[in-house]
């Protein structure tokens, strides 16, 4: 079992900057992947980011890449997004997964979820 915790969410204006947290607590087998994920009203649930919780390998989406960064800390079982150069249209609410394969990417099966932290991003 593993719960997820997300904070770290709030308003900010385009070109800011977020720091999202993911507090993560039970089985270590049980998230070898910690992911990012975003879901804006009226649109599907989207991958953003990625890393192995052993290796630290990153994956990001296209839309991101270069400017968020997934990071974790090991000693705090806690899994950073940290989110630069924000636009409007990275508005959503952002939750944190947890899979059981240690490989970093959009299409594995996650397991567990966050209950999600809204990020909105005004011009």
């Known amino acids: 079992q593993v719960l997820l915790v997300e904070s770290g969410g709030g308003l900010v204006q385009a070109g800011g900057s977020l720091r999202l947290s993911c507090a993560a607590s039970?089985?270590?087998?049980?998230?070898?992947?910690m992911g990012w994920f975003r879901q804006a009203p009226g649109k599907e649930r989207e991958f953003v980011a990625a890393i192995g919780w052993i290796i630290g390998n990153t994956y990001y989406a296209e839309s991101v890449k270069g400017r968020f960064t997934i990071s974790r800390d090991n000693g705090k079982n806690t899994v950073y997004l940290q989110a630069d150069s924000l636009k409007p249209e990275d508005t959503a609410v952002y939750y944190c997964?947890?899979?059981?394969?240690?490989?970093?990417?959009?299409?594995?099966?996650?397991?567990?979820w966050g209950q999600g932290t809204q990020v909105t991003v005004s011009s």
């Open positions: 039970g089985s270590t087998f049980s998230r070898n992947t």
């Open positions: 997964a947890a899979s059981n394969l240690a490989i970093a990417g959009p299409s594995l099966k996650y397991d567990y």
